[in-house]
């Protein structure tokens, strides 16, 4: 899928009060019960949080090379990126490479990405850290891709941590890890988040005053 092409989808709905826990139990209550991944990647920076619409791509083995142009398909990429979206790479949680660093970072930054999310691994991590770009990952490695890994599938759906990850998808990460809400179920789903955040609130404020666990759960069933 090009850039030119995609479906253009409506803004990501900001709310700070949001988390990957909230939108968890959202998707749960919406039967929705396996879109978190099955393994956490870190953020560079402890308290990062990014929510934002998946560009994705997926990378696989390869030796090839063109030595002309040896990284023009990732370069056609990071340029399709719209301002709001976030980089969602898929790897197969390989450990040949790198699959972004720095300049990568800086493209997608000036285009106005929220950050990178990957199954594989970053390197120039402390100059990332450095342009405040958040970024998430399975490790770290300082390999170059270039003849050890290739791009596929830009823009098409793309698997990580067992969860299913198309393109306009609404993803979050934050400490607690990465939550993917399918386009069809987004209204939904956000509109539950919501009121989770706003009942959490209260529920937090009784507790503190002394309420126990027993009488919140009662009054508000949430926990």
């Known amino acids: 899928m090009s850039s030119a092409s995609r479906a253009r989808f409506a803004t990501v709905p900001g709310d700070e009060r949001l988390t990957t826990a909230i939108l968890s139990d959202s998707l749960d209550a919406s039967g929705l019960r396996n879109q978190v991944l099955q393994f956490r990647l870190a953020p560079l920076v402890a308290g990062s949080r990014i929510l934002g619409r998946a560009w994705t791509v997926g990378f696989e ?48 930054l000036g285009a106005g990405a929220l950050g990178v999310i990957t199954d594989g691994n970053l390197r120039d991590t402390d100059k990332i850290v450095g342009l405040g770009f958040p970024a998430f990952s399975l490790s770290r490695r300082p390999i170059d891709y270039r003849m050890r890994m290739k791009v596929v599938g830009v823009g098409e759906p793309v698997r990580i941590g067992g969860v299913s990850i198309d393109s306009g998808d609404l993803v979050m990460a934050d400490d607690d890890g990465v939550v993917v809400i399918p386009k069809s179920a987004e209204p939904e789903v956000i509109r539950r988040a919501r009121e989770r955040a706003t009942g959490e609130s209260t529920v937090l404020t009784e507790l503190l005053a002394g309420e126990t666990l027993r009488q919140v759960w009662d009054r508000h069933g949430i926990l």
């Open 61 to 108: 083995p390869s030796t090839d090379d063109n030595p002309t142009d040896p990284y023009g398909p990732a370069i056609d990429y990071i340029s399709g990126i719209r301002a709001g979206e976030i980089a969602v790479i898929a790897t197969d949680e390989s450990n040949e490479s790198a699959f972004w660093g720095e300049l990568f970072s800086a493209a997608a």
